[in-house]
């Protein structure tokens, strides 16, 4: 008898701990996407790009408010936030890389338009 109290109270404590687990607030959400797309923006300067630099940011934002809404347990409104910020993410990547495609074509011209002058040549060709 004495050993079915110790199992009825031993299963009763292990139910009453898997319950309190499971009964957390906090939901689980894929942030790796999201966090890999701020850090490559990032990395290829998005800070220092006006245009680019507004979306990193706001982009951080949204995966903070995403972080927030996960631990109240609003799951949709996480992966939404996350969508969001995901996507403002790469857009400060693409325009960093626009940037840098802008200044490196105008680094271009204006080697040729040196050339051109050092070597006498005319600016159009007829």
């Known amino acids: 008898m004495k050993h079915i109290k110790i199992a009825i109270l031993a299963v009763s404590l292990l139910t009453g701990l898997i319950i309190t687990g499971c009964g957390s607030n906090a939901v689980v ?21 006006s245009s680019a630099s507004l979306y990193l940011q706001l982009a951080k934002e949204e995966l903070a408010k ?9 799951k949709e409104e996480a992966e939404s936030m996350l969508l969001r910020a995901s ?4 857009l400060a990547v693409a325009l960093s890389r626009s ?10 011209i204006e080697r040729v338009e040196q050339l ?5 040549l005319p600016n159009e060709r007829n």
């Open 99 to 108: 940037d840098t495609d802008k200044k490196e074509a105008a680094d271009a």
């Open 29 to 49: 959400v894929d942030e790796e996407s999201t966090t890999s797309s701020i850090r490559a923006a990032e990395e290829v300067g998005a800070g220092d790009i």
């Open 116 to 120: 051109r002058q050092e070597h006498n």
């Open 87 to 90: 996507a403002d993410g790469e």
């Open 66 to 74: 995403a972080q927030t809404f996960a631990e109240n347990g609003d």
